[in-house]
């Protein structure tokens, strides 16, 4: 039985089902990205590029974190969306309880690695001083609240693959509200600090976790309760594990490159420098997150057309996720050049040397960046049509190439090369990745031409009297 709700193109055009969930998906990302931005924007203005470089250090430690439930929900979401596609609706269920209990195993790692190492990983990047006590002040709230991280983190997705993508952005909205307005108070009125933009964050999430368990107890849920069910499916869990991977590769990738930028901003240049990139990388993450939220909202109807063998469908959709992904890159690059000033001041006014030395690592770190998302699109393209192993291929080639161009190219340019090499990665990468994507269009199109041509040979054609 199809899902009413993924639209073919019998019924809808594949733009409008495309609009559908990626719209929703975009504004969820964006939503999601005010928690690590708004912290940003208030410890900009509050504290300083201290303050900026210390959180810099800190989220690629709570990455990782955040990579584990997105590899869930992702992974999940897709399995869920493969398998209505095939028709089996019955498997939902156990598909969810077995997400469940994968999160809470994968947090309960989470608390026990940065109980141990969270301070070697922030001295690792060159934390000292202020800026390592405000980042240790920030990952402590995060360690024991490691559940609320993960689970909050997949939740949206498992709603959104529940036919609820609209019901998904607005918890994701609701989480953001609340995260500003405990920013304000515990940054801007109680002059908590670090601390206290940790606390936001994890009360917000912690509201996420309630309201969405809440959602999938209720009736808004096509979730069969009463239906039989097991609590964990180890099938499903290695399903999941591995359709999710590219994704949780992504974030690591995220925060490994993070990580190491922090390093080497730190020995070629000075705190200000990492508070600088701190800055740049928010307006990199304000893209990313529209390109992640393209891809996300793609993955539902891939999946679904997938398990349906639509193979020509496929084709739409990848298509023009591709072209709306470098559109919006492309524009989001000539707007960070044409008013850096205004992009730069939302995080610092005060501090020229901070606005000046932000604006040069936008003009050598951003322009490559829709190459960025194209990456990331193909990575969950090949995790939405169960190829898990490509979309792993590509998330730790992203990570693994860029090693060379970060240890070589500051030896020889400084403070440039460290800015200039992952722009410069992200070219050496596609020229691997298109030709993956091109072929893999061109297989499908051949299987849509063969099946067409199987339904002309089975259709009867009448018989002039």
């Not at 559940?147 to 036919?163: F, G, H, K, W, Y």
């Not at 808004?220 to 239906?227: E, R, T, V």
Request: aromatic share 12%; with cysteine; charged share 10%.
């Amino acid at each position: 039985m199809l899902d009413p709700n993924i639209e073919t193109t019998q019924t809808q055009s594949i733009s409008r089902t495309f609009w559908r969930y990626t719209l929703p998906a975009i504004a969820a990302m964006l939503v999601n990205g005010l928690y690590q931005i708004v912290d940003g924007i208030f410890i900009g203005h509050y504290i300083g590029f201290e303050g900026l470089a210390a959180i810099n250090m800190a989220w690629p430690v709570i990455y990782f974190m955040v990579g584990f439930g997105i590899m869930v929900g992702m992974g999940s979401g897709s399995l869920l969306s493969i398998q209505r596609g095939k028709g089996d609706t019955r498997a939902a269920a156990t598909i969810l309880t077995s997400s469940l209990v994968l999160m809470l195993l994968l947090a309960a790692i989470s608390t026990a690695i940065l109980s141990l190492f969270s301070s070697d990983f922030l001295m690792a990047q060159g934390g000292a001083g202020a800026t390592l006590v405000m980042a240790q002040d920030y990952i402590g709230v995060f360690t024991w609240g490691a559940a609320i991280t993960v689970i909050a983190s997949a939740v949206p997705l498992l709603i959104r693959n529940d036919e609820s993508p609209n019901m998904a952005t607005g918890l994701m909205v609701l989480g953001a509200f609340i995260n500003i307005l405990l920013d304000y108070l515990l940054i801007g009125v109680f002059e908590f600090g670090l601390l206290g933009a940790a606390i936001a964050t994890i009360s917000a999430q912690g509201v996420v976790c309630i309201l969405g368990f809440t959602y999938f107890c209720s009736k808004l849920s096509s979730i069969d309760w009463s239906a039989k069910f097991s609590w964990f499916n180890g099938s499903f869990a290695k399903q999941i594990i591995l359709l999710g991977s590219s994704s949780l590769f992504m974030y690591l990738y995220t925060s490994f490159v993070f990580a190491l930028h922090n390093r080497l901003f730190t020995e070629y240049g000075t705190p200000l420098t990492v508070g600088a990139f701190a800055i740049v990388g928010y307006l990199m993450v304000l893209y990313y997150l529209v390109a992640e939220g393209i891809a996300e909202g793609m993955q539902p109807p891939v999946s679904y057309y997938y398990g349906a063998e639509q193979h020509e469908n496929i084709n739409k959709m990848l298509k023009l996720s591709v072209k709306v992904t470098l559109i919006a890159g492309t524009s989001w690059v000539l707007l960070l050049n044409l008013l850096p000033e205004t992009m730069v001041g939302l995080f610092n006014n005060d501090d020229p040397l901070l606005i000046a030395t932000a604006i040069e690592g936008i003009k050598m770190h951003l322009f490559a960046m829709p190459l960025d998302g194209f990456i990331a699109l193909s990575s969950i393209y090949f995790m939405a049509t169960n190829q898990g192993v490509k979309a792993l291929v590509i998330a730790c080639g992203n990570m693994l190439i860029q090693l060379p161009f970060l240890m070589i190219l500051p030896k020889f340019l400084g403070v440039n090369g460290v800015w200039m090499a992952m722009p410069l990665s992200n070219i050496a990468l596609c020229l691997v990745v298109v030709p993956m994507v091109w072929f893999d269009i061109r297989s499908r199109a051949k299987k849509a031409n063969q099946a067409q041509a199987e339904s002309n040979k089975l259709r009867v054609i009448p018989i002039p009297a």
